[in-house]
């Protein structure tokens, strides 16, 4: 079973960036496709981005695409999400995802995931 560790967020103003890691317990992180999702106070967890196993395919929420980027380092177990140009609608706690996988499909569904990370804040101030 992996176990996953969000690190990376905090509070930053509108137009500002951040970088969202996740350490990973499993050795062999290559074994698994990586997602992030996030969730504001009062909605449902949404979408953010996902990679593939082996990082050649990822995809977006619609509305990330061009200022988020995902990527991974499998040698050191670690995903990340690059944040540029964030704003106050980005606000939420945002986690990481393992899925299991043979292939190199890149899942984009909550239900698709087996293992969560315990989440990271991210807040944009206008």
């Known amino acids: 079973q992996v176990q996953l560790a969000e690190s990376g967020g905090g509070l930053v103003q509108t137009g500002g960036s951040l970088r969202l890691s996740c350490a990973a317990s499993e050795r062999t992180l290559s074994r698994y496709a990586m997602g992030w999702f996030r969730q504001a106070p009062g909605k449902e967890r949404e979408f953010v981005a996902a990679?593939?196993?082996?990082?050649?395919?990822?995809k977006y929420a619609d509305s990330v695409k061009g200022r988020f980027t995902i990527s991974r380092d499998n040698a050191k177990n670690t995903v990340y999400l690059q944040m540029n140009s964030l704003k106050p609608e980005d606000t939420a706690v945002y986690y990481c995802a393992a899925d299991s996988l043979y292939s190199d499909y890149v899942p984009a569904r909550t239900y698709e995931y087996d293992y969560w990370g315990q989440g990271t804040q991210v807040t944009v101030s206008s």
């Open positions: 990679i593939s196993r082996s990082g050649r395919s990822t």
